[in-house]
């Protein structure tokens, strides 16, 4: 167990060394550590721990406390166990991993930055992992398994290092605290550190999932879901930034055409003059956002908008007028958030969200756009630019808790009947803030990561392979922690490099999911037989989405093979480009009776009875849904 903290530059870390039963004081003998440990019959064990300041004055200038580490003492035994990695954020990917594989961070750095965490340090050694605020190590043959996780979001960032030997075995658990700030260091402070439980379970390991999920949504989760998901339509994966007033007039008078069942018509990225002068609409919307808000709710839709609030480019007015509340390390220049072609050549920077300057400027922009111009749903993107590090204006806080206390100004000015989407967003300090929230990393119209993505060993790449896994892995979070958002549904011919197969395999997860479901392509291009898949899709949406549905076999492979909602549904699918023998293991208590038709087509689905589940044979990228 040890701490680390430093002087300007100069780094100690100092190692807690025991006193006596549960009490620990650093070598360095700044630090005193307390560990409370109590059992309880449904929790396991729950560690719970707090950092004394044993100086008598406060610290000195210069100081900063970057993290600390315990050494949990709590390990599963024997051989054979896979990991269950959890990401960071929303476009991190969360999947099993074998002991014998590297835990690798993409090449480039500000890949690593803006789909990672900044304060994670991967050494690329086989058989050490760093999971992102909870883990499951699991055994399949015999069934057990060890859930660590913790109790609260918390004021410091959480995460869990898992060392394995050459046989699968656990030599090391530790939890690292990523503190990263001056915290308030009085004589004799104490500060209070989330509590962790260590929970040892035989069986599913998805059902444990679920239920701290379902723990954690009671202590920290929103208390006013809506009944409801969001259905509708969005402009960024046909469009991208090229969209006009035109283009959303065009789409929105097709939905009623169409007869769509949609709530909401979200406008994305490109209404605006520049990143971060989000009050300031470009020339192609020369009628401004309050007008399109009002023709929006004349047909009957409830008006978004995207914006990403903790962005700023160079270009923007803000920038140029208050550079002051711009982020920046300690030698005074902008610390670099994003690399995005899109929005031009260069870097696009982040705000510092403790500075009054920026605050006052969220404050204003937020009051705007849901008081003034009329939305009531906002997609707020790239939030993981909040928590960046940097010589920030307000030093005590750490970079969770600034990230917290700006969610809490956001929801404070926009009221509890806006629905904030987080998006791109730091998943554990999240919750409590946003009713919806992306669980994955972004859709594309293409399965696979794009060559340049695999060479640079990105394993968050875009695409709609790699966001249906975490759709599937992070499912059982939706309606505990919020309303799952999987990202928009594709499902149109033109421009789009899935075939048929893949598109009705991305319909089946999405749907089944019960999360909320938006529809991005042209509608005034729509195919005919895309538009009946699109229809359909919405229908089984409509019956699933009540329920939180429960992943099945997150340790058996990387892309599950099946998601059982309780609203009656099973969808099975091949995620592979050969046909395949899938064969599935029901979550306990679940019966079922055949025959079995796919919702889909209506036909009867061949599924064979094995013990505790059932077997079919599906062709390369099929998929079936079927009623249970």
């Known amino acids: ?87 960071y954020q929303s476009w991190s990917i969360s999947r099993k991993v074998e002991s014998s594989e590297t835990d690798r961070p993409p090449l480039l750095s500000f890949l690593h930055y803006s789909q990672e965490n900044v304060y994670s340090k991967n050494e690329s050694k086989v058989g050490k992992f760093i999971s992102e605020y909870l883990t499951l190590l699991y055994n399949q043959e015999n069934q057990n398994g060890v859930l660590y996780a913790p109790l609260e979001a918390g004021e410091f960032g959480t995460k869990f290092e898992v060392v394995f030997g050459n046989e699968g075995n656990v030599t090391s658990v530790r939890v690292i605290y990523d503190i990263h700030c001056l915290p308030d260091l009085r004589p004799n402070a104490k500060l209070n550190i989330s509590k962790i439980k260590v929970l040892f379970f035989k069986g599913s390991p998805e059902t444990k999932l679920l239920k701290y999920f379902e723990e954690l949504g009671k202590k920290e989760g929103p208390t006013n879901l809506p009944k409801k998901v969001p259905t509708g339509w969005c402009s960024w994966y046909y469009y991208y930034t090229n969209i006009d007033q035109k283009t959303i007039l065009d789409n929105l008078t097709k939905v009623r055409e169409l007869n769509l069942p949609f709530e909401f018509f979200q406008i994305d990225d490109g209404y605006q003059k520049e990143i971060g002068d989000w009050l300031i609409p470009n020339e192609k919307f020369p009628g401004g956002m309050r007008i399109l808000a009002d023709e929006i709710k004349r047909v009957g839709l409830k008006p978004g908008i995207w914006l990403a609030p903790f962005l700023v480019r160079k270009k923007s007015e803000f920038f140029r007028k208050y550079p002051e509340a711009i982020l920046k390390d300690q030698n005074g220049k902008p610390v670099p958030a994003l690399y995005n072609p899109l929005w031009g050549r260069g870097y696009t920077y982040a705000l510092d969200i403790t500075h009054p300057t920026a605050l006052a400027y969220i404050e204003k922009v937020f009051t705007t756009i849901v008081k003034e111009w009329g939305y009531p ?100 979070m939706h309606r505990h922690l919020w309303l799952n958002d999987p990202d928009c549904l594709l499902v149109r011919k033109k421009k789009n490099k ?36 699109l229809k359909k899709a919405f229908q089984l949406n409509r019956e699933c989405q009540a329920y939180t549905p429960i992943p099945i076999g997150i340790f058996e492979n990387e892309f599950p093979l099946a998601l059982y909602n309780p609203g009656g549904y099973l969808g099975i699918w091949n995620p592979t480009e050969e046909e395949k023998t899938v064969r599935i293991t029901l979550p306990p208590g679940v019966k079922t009776k055949a025959p079995f038709l796919d919702f889909w087509t209506g036909t009867r689905v061949d599924l064979q009875p094995v013990v505790g589940g059932f077997e079919t044979t599906l062709p390369a990228f099929g998929s079936v849904v079927v009623s249970v």
């Open 1 to 87: 167990m040890k701490i680390q903290y430093r002087v300007h530059n100069s780094v100690t870390i100092s190692n807690f060394l025991p006193v006596k039963a549960g009490i620990f004081q650093s070598e360095c003998k700044k630090f005193e550590l307390l560990l409370a440990t109590t059992k309880d019959s449904k929790l396991g064990t729950v560690l719970s721990p707090k950092l004394i300041w044993r100086e008598s004055t406060r610290p000195e200038v210069g100081f900063s406390v970057d993290h600390l580490e315990l050494e949990l003492t709590d390990l599963p035994e024997g051989n054979g166990f896979k990991m269950f990695q959890h990401g």
């Open 377 to 476: 749903y906002l997609k707020l993107d790239f939030l993981y630019a909040g928590l960046l590090p940097g010589d920030v204006y307000n030093k005590t806080l750490s970079p969770q808790a600034r990230y917290q206390n700006a969610l809490e100004l956001i929801r404070k000015i926009v009221g509890k009947n806006t629905f904030l989407l987080g998006c791109g967003a730091p998943m554990l300090p999240s919750i409590g803030f946003f009713d919806g929230m992306r669980i994955s990393c972004d859709v594309a119209p293409f399965w696979n990561p794009e060559r340049i993505r695999i060479f640079l060993k990105d394993r968050n790449a875009l695409c709609t392979k790699k966001a249906l896994i975490n759709d599937i892995t992070r499912s059982s």
């Open 498 to 533: 899935m075939n048929e197969a893949q598109t009705k395999l991305m319909a089946s997860v999405m749907a089944v999911s019960g999360g909320m479901l938006l529809v991005s392509d042209d509608l005034t291009k729509l195919e005919t037989d895309r538009l009946d898949l």
